[in-house]
């Protein structure tokens, strides 16, 4: 971890618009929990708060999102502008600087979704007795976010188009190819998620049950967060900076 | 090819700066072509048409592009894949992109933080007085003229007093007080001992800074050496002008006799005459307008661009 890179890439983070975008969007659950909470609806508040709430806005939504417009910003977006060469001349191992704006856009994605999980939780489940449904989507959230942060600041040393890509993904892949193939639920961080949700969360089957077993979710989520934590820093290594640039 | 002044033991044992053989193609695009030269302390300035290839030395210089072919060191040491390299290295990029929301004092810092120097803020103080920007040090970069931005580059770059500083078109934008004074501070750094390498392709920028030249057309290192070398064999040249007078055919007839010129041609009455040397040629052509009687109206270079002085010394 590098300090001076870590608190740059939280004032870059903390000034880009869509930050505050997110915001609004994070925003979303809470009220939604709130209109569930004090609407009259018939469906069972712990499957609300797990397949919905939980399942379909936050972790298929807001999570991802939010891991996108960090993961892409915290390294992309200097790399996209040309500032990157002020940090990458620098005597600091490329790995150091992988590891720190991965922590900051992590963390940041982190403060984002799990405010919004664990207040639209509680308020939709406040005096029904499934705390643990809270909790385990909060520690889901926490483990998922780094999954896909990794994933997403790998891209954008891969690709100037990062975001469009991992909105491809997102939207495409983890929202429809992988609904369609049961196959390719494998390589969806947003199963692993659900999956150690779940598995934390202890719900039966009939409320909310998840493709991926917890264990496996989790050696998965481990895998993809090596995985593209190494091809992250071996790209930056190799990083080079072209003429159009 | 080595500029420096051969140091004992041979150019290359004490190069700071030592390209070799080196290549750099982008699929079937050469960009650079087999360059070989040896840089030891002072000021080298590439200077060459945009796109000759410059920014593509400097990017491999500054380890931020790898060779094709050919090898690169830097006081002795790769710099491709090689971060701790840049202890010593100063960079000025020519990209005009900075952190918005930073002040320079706090850009300047963060590069101090970066290479863990014993006081940054010291540092920084200094880097920033170096290149007068301490009454706007407080303001936020994103409000910056682009000679400001220059400026607070070259802050960035000095900052950890590296011994070896690449600058990417440093005087981009700068106002000419500007430019003077990034002028006076790099010959001073020069004089301590520091190897200063900047690209640009203004031939005055060159000729008032650079001690050793190094020309760069189509990636090819076209000419190097000392300024006077290389404006010698821009004066020598061959060189044509476009001549207007009173008797464009009897000027002609009569400037074919001089020794200095080497060519004439006349086309739909247009005098066009090609002189060996531009100097005799300079003093030859009124005195031989004035014995033939004739009213000289104009002579006028017609290759003095840039590009077709480079054109020439490559084709040389």
Known sequence: ?245 | MSTAPAPAGGPAARAAIELVDVSRWYGNVVAVNEISFALGPGIAGLLGPNGAGKSTILHMLSGFLRPSAGTIRVLGQPVWKNPSVYREIGLVPEREALYPFLTAFEFVLLGARLHRLPDPEAAAARAIDMVDLRDAQHRAIGGYSKGMKQRVKVAAAIVHDPRILLLDEPFNGADPRQRLHLMDMLRTMAGEGRTIVFSSHILEEVERLAENVLVIIAGRLAAAGDFHTIRRLMTDRPHTFTVRSSDNRRLGAALIAQPSVFGVDLTDGLLTVRAADLAAFAFAAPRVAQTQGIRLFEVRPTDESLESVFSYLVRR
């Open chain 1, 1 to 245: 971890m590098n300090w001076p890179v870590a608190q740059l890439t939280l004032r870059l983070l903390l000034n880009q618009k869509r930050t505050v975008l997110l915001a609004v969007l994070a925003l979303v659950p809470v009220l939604l929990a709130a209109v569930f909470r004090w609407g009259s609806f018939e469906e069972h508040p712990a499957d609300w708060a797990s397949n919905r709430l939980m399942a379909q806005i936050i972790v298929a939504a807001l999570l991802p999102l939010a891991a996108l417009i960090f993961g892409t910003a915290a390294l992309g977006s200097e790399i996209d502008d040309g500032t990157a060469v002020y940090l990458l001349a620098k005597p600091i191992p490329r790995w150091r600087v992988v590891v720190s704006k991965l922590v900051v856009a992590w963390l940041v994605t982190v403060a984002f979704v799990l405010m919004a999980t664990v207040v639209a939780g509680v308020l939709a489940l406040a005096g029904e007795g499934h705390a643990l449904v809270v909790v385990g989507f909060a520690v889901a959230v926490i483990a998922g976010a780094l999954a896909y942060c990794t994933v997403f600041l790998a891209l954008s040393v891969a690709t100037s188009r990062a975001f469009l890509a991992g909105l491809v993904y997102v939207f495409i892949w983890e929202g429809l190819v992988t609904g369609l193939f049961e196959g390719t639920r494998v390589l969806s961080i947003r199963e692993y998620t659900l999956g150690l949700a779940g598995w934390i969360a202890s719900l039966s089957p009939k409320t909310f049950e998840p493709e991926l077993a917890g264990g496996q979710s989790l050696v998965l989520l481990a895998i993809v967060c090596l995985v593209a934590g190494w091809v992250g820093v071996r790209l930056l290594q190799r990083f080079e900076t072209g003429e159009s640039s």
